[in-house]
């Protein structure tokens, strides 16, 4: 519920008609994953500078909500610092593959979908409360 919840969300800022107007890139999802596959060394080092912005827009997109009062803000999606641009370029295309019906939509929305999906965050854990026996 709280995935799906949050998919929405995305879904909503990645919108044409939002509230606030926003730039969104012409460039759909399928003419990226073209780009991202012809094997070129300039199409890889696009794919990954691109992949690598989103993860760095959301990750700074949480470390602002933090600051701004908000720690429990959802973050959509956690990607280990080790992980590499080539790594994370093969999961969105594997990703859009899998995900047709997403092709024709703007790339932010599907590369955001792939990353969310590929990269889920852990849930935050706590103890349960435990209660002392009656003396």
């Known amino acids: 519920m709280k995935r799906t919840a949050l998919l929405i969300a995305a879904l909503g800022l990645f919108g044409?008609?939002?509230a606030h107007a926003q730039r969104v890139s012409p460039l759909t999802a399928?003419?990226?994953?073209?780009?991202?596959?012809?094997?070129a060394?300039?199409?890889?080092?696009?794919?990954?500078?691109?992949?690598?912005?989103m993860a760095d827009?959301?990750?700074?997109?949480?470390?602002?909500?933090?600051?701004?009062?908000?720690p429990n803000a959802p973050?959509?999606?956690?990607?280990?610092?080790?992980?590499?641009g080539p790594s994370m370029r093969g999961k969105v295309i594997a990703w859009l593959r899998a995900h047709r019906d997403?092709?024709?939509k703007p790339?932010?929305?599907?590369?955001?979908?792939?990353l969310h999906?590929?990269?889920?965050?852990?849930?935050?854990?706590t103890a349960p409360k435990t209660e002392s026996a009656p003396k």
């Open 57 to 70: 827009a959301v990750a700074l997109a949480k470390i602002n909500d933090r600051n701004e009062g908000d």
């Open 41 to 53: 060394a300039a199409g890889n080092e696009i794919c990954d500078a691109y992949i690598s912005g």
């Open 117 to 125: 999906d590929a990269y889920p965050c852990a849930a935050k854990m």
């Open 107 to 114: 790339v932010g929305e599907g590369v955001f979908m792939a």
């Open 16 to 18: 044409a008609e939002a």
């Open 102 to 104: 997403v092709l024709q």
């Open 30 to 39: 399928g003419s990226f994953g073209r780009i991202c596959t012809r094997g």
């Open 75 to 84: 973050a959509g999606f956690c990607v280990p610092a080790s992980e590499t």
